[in-house]
């Protein structure tokens, strides 16, 4: 659950990519993983739990997602399918790849 979530890095919303479409999320970065939920209350469960280690974070060009207001980035790790987030700004979006990056080093799980 949310609220058991220890080390908070990094929280607020992201778009996930699931089957084509964008779903908005509240997504957080604890202990080297990132999670997504549905909303920021703490009794809601994690629909989405994703260790970091040994993964590249990488933006993802307009052309590519067809995505004119957004500001899209994919998480790939091998042997894994890749996760693709987008945020309305590109400060957001920087801060979320950085804070990913550097949680993919230090993984705690």
Not at 13 to 29: A, E, I, S
Not at 64 to 87: G, Y
Request: include cysteine; hydrophobic fraction near 35%.
């Amino acid at each position: 659950k949310l609220r058991d979530l220890k080390d908070i890095h990094t929280s607020g919303c992201l778009r996930y990519r699931k089957d084509g479409r964008f779903y908005k999320m509240h997504c957080v970065l604890s202990r080297g993983c990132f999670y997504a939920f549905r909303s920021d209350k703490g009794d809601e469960i994690a629909d989405l739990c994703f260790a970091l280690n040994q993964c590249n974070v990488n933006y993802i060009p307009e052309a590519e997602e067809r995505t004119e207001s957004l500001f899209a980035f994919k998480v790939n790790k091998s042997n894994c399918e890749s996760i693709s987030l987008c945020t309305d700004d590109h400060g957001t979006m920087m801060k979320w790849m950085m804070a990913m990056q550097f949680q993919s080093s230090k993984v705690m799980v």
